[in-house]
């Protein structure tokens, strides 16, 4: 999997995070795409500084993750303005959704008997924290299908991360179009290496 570094969004909490290196990237595996991030810090402070709820035994599907540190994905289909957004927690709770435009018409992706988004693997070190989801292909699709759209046909996907630290939130993207943080913004899609 290839690694892309994320930036913050400029001119929030700069200062806070300068103390941090973000990379995330993805890959098509048979059945599944595996989503992954890395954050860096410059000090074992800084990662004890970010919120991080405890590893559940299984992870729920659950809505607002966004509040809380969280890891995302958005999936833009190729021939429409329709995407999919997933988030998921350290906690293995997650949660995805349809969109059929920007922020118009969000609903939950049925699951439909798919297996859900799961974590693969999570490691935690006094510098770093690198997290890893599998995100199933059916539920892709069924994300797809739910908006009358018969094929997977993915554009480039959004990587990003809220990272909420007990000092400050951050909002890391592969670029920030918006006037303030907005991940629904299909400019900033620009990850295209999950098909190698």
């Given at each position: 999997?290839?690694?892309?570094?994320?930036?913050?969004?400029?001119g929030?909490?700069?200062?806070?995070?300068?103390?941090?290196?973000?990379?995330?990237?993805?890959?098509?595996?048979?059945?599944?795409?595996?989503?992954?991030?890395?954050?860096?810090?410059?000090?074992?402070?800084?990662?004890?500084?970010?919120?991080?709820?405890?590893p559940?035994?299984?992870?729920?599907?659950?809505d607002?993750?966004?509040?809380?540190?969280?890891?995302?994905?958005?999936?833009?289909?190729?021939?429409s303005?329709?995407?999919?957004?997933?988030?998921?927690?350290?906690?293995g709770?997650?949660?995805?959704?349809?969109?059929?435009?920007?922020?118009?018409?969000?609903?939950?992706?049925?699951?439909?008997?798919?297996?859900?988004?799961?974590?693969?693997s999570?490691?935690?070190?006094?510098?770093?924290?690198?997290?890893?989801?599998?995100?199933?292909?059916?539920?892709?699709?069924?994300?797809?299908?739910?908006?009358?759209?018969?094929?997977?046909?993915?554009?480039?996907?959004?990587?990003?991360?809220?990272?909420?630290?007990?000092?400050?939130?951050?909002?890391?993207?592969?670029?920030?179009?918006?006037v303030?943080?907005?991940?629904?913004?299909?400019?900033?899609?620009?990850?295209?290496?999950?098909?190698?």
């Amino acid at each position: 999997m290839q690694l892309v570094n994320l930036i913050p969004f400029p001119g929030l909490h700069q200062d806070h995070a300068r103390s941090y290196k973000v990379m995330a990237g993805a890959q098509m595996q048979a059945g599944s795409l595996t989503l992954g991030w890395k954050i860096i810090s410059s000090s074992a402070s800084g990662i004890d500084e970010i919120v991080l709820p405890d590893p559940k035994e299984r992870g729920i599907r659950r809505d607002e993750l966004w509040k809380e540190t969280c890891f995302e994905a958005f999936l833009p289909h190729a021939s429409s303005d329709a995407y999919l957004e997933f988030n998921g927690a350290a906690s293995g709770d997650w949660n995805c959704y349809s969109f059929r435009g920007y922020r118009e018409g969000m609903n939950p992706v049925p699951v439909n008997g798919a297996s859900p988004p799961k974590i693969l693997s999570l490691t935690r070190s006094a510098k770093e924290i690198e997290l890893r989801y599998s995100l199933p292909m059916a539920v892709v699709k069924q994300g797809f299908f739910s908006l009358g759209l018969g094929s997977i046909d993915l554009d480039p996907i959004g990587l990003t991360l809220v990272m909420n630290c007990r000092s400050a939130t951050t909002y890391w993207a592969l670029s920030h179009d918006g006037v303030k943080p907005d991940f629904h913004l299909r400019s900033s899609y620009q990850y295209d290496s999950f098909r190698n």
